[in-house]
């Protein structure tokens, strides 16, 4: 069988390929949760390489990622059209192959929406 994961579903499938290899022939993983990259420096090395003001913010953000606080919590605090705007410079600004202004709204609003239901993980 071949499995993909994605996110959470990524780890589950290590978890499944781990337990059962004969049943697995190729594993896929997308952006996985947990699942460690072996070809990046660890964190503090990395923070080390960077300007000042960049690698606090980093660390900074680590922090916070740690203690239980995410994206999402911080968008849900904003008022809805900060928020929104927030994500629309996102995408404008990280995914440069959607280039047509409809589908950069139309997938910050799907990216919006999503942000702002609670998480099933989150306390």
Same mark, same amino acid.
């Given at each position: !069988? $071949?499995?993909?994961? +994605?996110?959470?579903?990524?780890?589950?499938?290590?978890?499944?390929?781990?337990?059962?290899?004969?049943?697995?022939?190729?594993?896929?993983?997308?952006? /996985?949760?947990?699942?460690?990259? *072996? *070809?990046?420096?660890?964190?503090?090395? +990395?923070?080390?390489?960077?300007?000042?003001?960049?690698?606090?913010?980093?660390?900074?953000?680590?922090?916070?990622?740690?203690?239980?606080?995410?994206?999402? !919590? %911080? &968008?849900?605090?904003? /008022?809805?059209?900060?928020?929104?705007? &927030?994500? &629309?410079?996102? %995408?404008?600004?990280?995914?440069?192959? $959607?280039?047509?202004?409809?589908?950069?709204? %139309?997938?910050?609003?799907? &990216? +919006?929406?999503?942000? !702002?239901?609670?998480?099933?993980?989150? +306390?």
């Amino acid at each position: !069988m $071949i499995i993909a994961g +994605h996110s959470i579903g990524g780890y589950m499938s290590v978890a499944y390929a781990e337990k059962y290899p004969e049943r697995v022939e190729r594993l896929i993983l997308i952006s /996985p949760v947990g699942v460690p990259d *072996s *070809s990046t420096n660890n964190f503090a090395a +990395h923070i080390k390489t960077l300007p000042f003001t960049k690698g606090m913010t980093l660390k900074t953000i680590r922090y916070l990622f740690d203690k239980g606080f995410t994206p999402s !919590m %911080v &968008l849900r605090s904003m /008022p809805g059209s900060q928020s929104k705007q &927030l994500v &629309l410079a996102y %995408v404008e600004r990280r995914l440069p192959t $959607i280039d047509c202004p409809e589908e950069q709204s %139309v997938f910050a609003d799907y &990216l +919006h929406q999503s942000a !702002m239901l609670r998480g099933s993980g989150e +306390h």
